[in-house]
């Protein structure tokens, strides 16, 4: 269906005619119009277009609202201090809009598409062979799997990539480790979990680590093994791939407990790009965009120093002949614009490397890769922080493992949910621990602006009080159960009816659906949307309190009431899949 029309734009336009009405000789002019606790909307714009007209902006004010049409949309404007317009819209508009959203036969709540959709290649949940998957590790997944909901549910075509880290120097020490303690592969049989078999391997290569910063001769040993696996000798990779399949098994049983797609065509590591390396330097050697400095093929900038001073360059070629992490990533942007096609490079990575890609992408630029045409933007994300406000540790020091983090958060939302609930078997209770649990851990990070550091607190996550998920969540079960209770009762928009303060201030925030998941998408903005959800349920928890619903005065007002509560259900349903998590039907 074509895409309806929010209110706030529909004031918008009655409100910018006045406005050329008043003054033609200002052209289009924006009201500047926004929500307001004063009115339903206030617009601002009177006060600098009467600076500009050299008028009083009062009286520029009451002429604007002699020529605003009423009736239809707008009830009634009222002027407002040194200028401001207050705007109140009708009950009918409030129910007719929300209407035409739920008659939306894609079930989309009149989202519209993007008006010209691109590709973008999100680089997301970047994983390391062989190692242990870590809290860091969750802000990548957790964010980047929310944009790609976001960007795929407004029309852009979305590529995938989960760059993992599976190349390197630290492959040639595992794989000579275990060639010289053959007895440590004993207890990887092919019984044992993908859980259980990536922690032996975690441990395996932290004792290959220790031996290669002890031991200079295992040290040229391992280097030497770095060399076969590039030369593609036979054993050598058979082993480095036996790795990369187990840890992939792995992977995937993470980002299954997460609740997240990922699939085995768009995991991509550093490997892939092994072929275009040496064309890389090649290029940006040729194009005078890197330079030979000491051996080492060099990328400077006047803008990038050291404490002394002096340029610190980007290394894409070592002295030595190998490749650094630049390159490899030189040739993902060569890939993804050439081959993928893509206008956008997404890359959902921790701030901390913010100055790698800062210089990788200005490379780029020069070497002609990226233009006004295809962009490259870091969604750089912030630190998990402990309830103490320090990187997130165990009591031991060490980083926290991913899945033990989860598990812990699945046991918490379990106990939750048991506690209330009424008619639900174990199994049941085990499924919406899961839901909870896991929706919790992701409506933490994700409530958060990404640049921000946020701290992991558990007990404050599964609380039915607050900014949570399981708040939004138990919102959406509360809801499902008066439409279960209301029987053949069925919802209906009843626009001739007059509505209650808080039935205004839900259907008016609900109206604003669509306009909220096109900013947080064209912002990659998922914490905009979680904010726009707790509202939402905050706003409908007020109308339950107040409003009751089926026990209202007339079957007209019950029809209504259940219509508000129906169009609340889908939206907060829809909302919170575009943030990755589940709303159980009952809790």
């Known amino acids: 269906m074509a895409s309806?029309?929010?209110?706030?734009?529909?004031?918008?336009?009655?409100?910018?005619?006045?406005?050329?009405?008043?003054?033609?000789?200002?052209?289009?002019?924006?009201?500047?119009?926004?929500?307001?606790?004063?009115?339903?909307?206030?617009?601002?714009?009177?006060?600098?277009?009467?600076?500009?007209?050299?008028?009083?902006?009062?009286?520029?004010?009451?002429?604007?609202?002699?020529?605003?049409?009423?009736?239809?949309?707008?009830?009634?404007?009222?002027?407002s201090g040194p200028g401001f317009l207050n705007v109140t819209v009708t009950d009918r508009a409030i129910t007719e809009n929300l209407a035409a959203r739920a008659a939306d036969p894609d079930g989309r709540l009149g989202v519209p598409y993007a008006e010209q959709p691109g590709t973008t290649v999100i680089d997301y949940a970047q994983p390391n062979v062989a190692k242990e998957m870590h809290v860091g590790h969750l802000r990548s997944a957790v964010i980047g799997d929310s944009v790609v909901q976001l960007l795929e549910f407004t029309g852009e075509n979305v590529v995938r990539r989960h760059h993992i880290g599976d190349w390197g120097t630290q492959f040639g020490m595992l794989i000579q480790y275990l060639d010289e303690h053959p007895h440590e592969l004993d207890h990887r049989a092919s019984e044992v979990s993908g859980e259980e078999a990536m922690s032996n391997l975690d441990r395996l290569y932290k004792a290959a680590r220790r031996l290669f910063d002890s031991d200079e001769e295992f040290k040229t040993r391992a280097r030497r093994r770095v060399v076969?696996?590039?030369?593609?000798?036979?054993?050598?990779?058979?082993?480095?791939?036996?790795?990369?399949?187990?840890?992939?098994?792995?992977?995937f049983s993470v980002f299954e407990k997460l609740d997240m797609e990922v699939r085995d065509p768009d995991i991509v590591g550093e490997s892939g790009y092994n072929d275009m390396l040496a064309e890389t330097c090649r290029l940006l050697e040729e194009s005078g965009v890197a330079v030979r400095s000491e051996g080492a093929l060099c990328v400077f900038f006047d803008d990038v120093r050291g404490p002394d001073g002096n340029q610190v360059p980007l290394i894409v070629q070592k002295s030595d002949g190998g490749y650094g992490y630049a390159a490899t990533d030189l040739s993902a942007i060569r890939d993804r614009v050439f081959n993928l096609k893509a206008n956008t490079l997404?890359?959902?990575?921790?701030?901390?490397?913010?100055?790698?890609?800062?210089?990788?992408?200005?490379?780029?630029?020069?070497?002609?890769?990226?233009?006004?045409?295809?962009?490259?933007?870091?969604?750089?994300?912030?630190?998990?922080?402990?309830k103490d406000g320090k990187p997130f540790k165990t009591r031991e020091g060490e980083t926290v493992r991913l899945v033990d983090l989860l598990d812990e958060a699945i046991e918490r939302a379990s106990a939750v949910v048991r506690e209330k609930a009424q008619d639900l078997s174990e199994e049941e209770i085990a499924e919406r621990g899961a839901q909870v649990g896991i929706g919790a851990v992701k409506y933490a990070d994700l409530s958060t602006s990404a640049i921000r550091d946020y701290k992991f607190d558990l007990d404050q996550m599964v609380s039915l009080n607050g900014d949570t998920s399981v708040y939004l969540q138990y919102a959406y079960a509360r809801i499902q159960s008066i439409l279960r209770k209301a029987g053949e009762v069925r919802p209906a928009a009843r626009p001739e009816l007059e509505l209650t303060q808080a039935e205004r201030a839900l259907g008016l925030h609900a109206d604003a659906f669509a306009e909220t998941v096109r900013e947080a998408a064209e912002e990659y903005a998922p914490h905009k949307l979680a904010a726009y959800l707790y509202q939402l349920a905050s706003l409908y928890t007020s109308f339950y309190d107040k409003c009751p619903v089926l026990k209202a005065k007339t079957p007209e007002q019950v029809a209504n009431r259940l219509f508000l509560c129906d169009v609340t259900a889908r939206t907060l349903h829809q909302g919170m899949a575009l943030l990755g998590i589940r709303t159980p039907e009952r809790l």
């Open 228 to 251: 076969d696996l590039q030369a593609g000798d036979a054993h050598t990779v058979a082993m480095w791939q036996k790795f990369v399949d187990e840890s992939k098994i792995y992977f």
């Open 346 to 386: 997404l890359y959902v990575v921790d701030a901390r490397q913010s100055l790698h890609f800062k210089m990788v992408f200005e490379t780029a630029r020069r070497a002609g890769w990226l233009n006004d045409d295809v962009t490259a933007y870091q969604l750089a994300f912030g630190t998990v922080l402990g």
């Open 4 to 79: 309806v029309t929010s209110l706030t734009a529909s004031v918008h336009q009655r409100l910018a005619s006045a406005l050329s009405a008043t003054l033609p000789e200002t052209g289009a002019a924006d009201p500047l119009l926004r929500r307001s606790d004063r009115a339903d909307f206030q617009a601002n714009g009177i006060l600098a277009l009467a600076k500009k007209a050299k008028g009083n902006p009062r009286e520029l004010a009451a002429q604007v609202v002699g020529h605003v049409v009423t009736g239809d949309v707008i009830k009634d404007v009222e002027v």
